[in-house]
């Protein structure tokens, strides 16, 4: 079992930066791949980046790309989201996941529905 918990959410600038984390308990997290999500009001949870056990491999979604990167450190059992040049399409609940299918393998996963275990999400907001 895997206990995810987000922070770092808040309130930014337009052209700003923000720095999500994602804390997670257990001592297999260091085995799993990695997902960070958004849902905004009214719309589909989508995947923005995902990354794999190792570190080896990453996903991005095109509307992330250049601007988002998403990393871990395993020895701290945290995967960090670091969001820059925000823009006003941004705002919403962002939410971390593991992918406890695919242990220790660097096949990374960007179907939503194969992420096992979700934190509760933190808000970000972007005033323009």
């Known amino acids: 079992q895997v206990q995810l918990v987000e922070s770092g959410g808040g309130l930014v600038q337009a052209g700003g930066s923000l720095r999500l984390s994602c804390a997670a308990s257990?001592?297999?997290?260091?085995?799993?791949?990695m997902g960070w999500f958004r849902q905004a009001p009214g719309k589909e949870r989508e995947l923005l980046a995902a990354?794999?056990?190792?570190?080896?491999?990453?996903y991005y979604a095109d509307s992330v790309k250049g601007r988002f990167t998403i990393s871990r450190d395993n020895a701290k059992n945290t995967v960090h989201l670091q969001m820059n040049s925000l823009k006003p399409e941004d705002p919403a609940v962002y939410y971390c996941?593991?992918?406890?299918?695919?242990?220790?393998?660097?096949?990374?996963?960007?179907?939503?529905?194969?992420?096992?275990?979700w934190g509760q999400g933190t808000q970000v907001t972007v005033s323009s």
């Open positions: 996941a593991a992918d406890a299918t695919n242990y220790y393998s660097d096949y990374v996963e960007i179907s939503l529905g194969r992420y096992d275990y």
């Open positions: 257990g001592r297999t997290f260091s085995s799993y791949a």
């Open positions: 990354i794999s056990w190792s570190g080896r491999n990453t």
